[in-house]
């Protein structure tokens, strides 16, 4: 049974880093896109990293514009696991985060969860920031 497993949220003041990591475990297929998404109070689930794990994109990481400076996925392999190390963390980055997993073709890999064919979700990691 597929298993997605986001651990590493907490509470950190303004300015402060965490680095989540998401343990990948189960899956019947290998993943063709792997992702990290996070849903704030009163807010839609939005993309905020995305890896291309199929070797045909010549950029296999593409970050949504709100990520890009203060974020970075990285994955090992040996171990399945997907990270999301966050910097100059602000309060609007509190949130619920949540990582992701496409096996299906026909989807697109990009920060845009609907643009995925048939994603399989973890149960998320709170992240809250505050002073």
């Known amino acids: 049974q597929a298993n997605l497993m986001e651990s590493g949220g907490g509470s950190v003041q303004p300015g402060g880093s965490l680095k989540l990591s998401c343990s990948i475990s189960?899956?019947?297929?290998?993943?063709?896109?792997l992702g990290w998404f996070r849903q704030g109070p009163g807010k839609e689930r939005g993309g905020l990293a995305v890896l291309s794990t199929t070797g045909s994109s010549i950029v296999p990481i593409t970050y949504e514009h709100i990520a890009k400076g203060r974020f970075t996925l990285s994955e090992d392999n040996a171990t399945n696991v997907l990270f999301l190390e966050m910097n100059n963390l602000q309060p609007d980055d509190t949130a619920m985060y949540y990582c992701?997993?496409?096996?299906?073709?026909?989807?697109?890999?990009?920060?845009?969860?609907?643009?995925?064919?048939?994603?399989?979700w973890g149960q998320g990691t709170q992240v809250t920031v505050s002073s």
């Open positions: 992701a997993a496409d096996l299906r073709p026909g989807g697109f890999c990009v920060p845009v969860s609907s643009s995925w064919a048939d994603p399989i």
């Open positions: 189960g899956l019947p297929s290998p993943a063709l896109c």
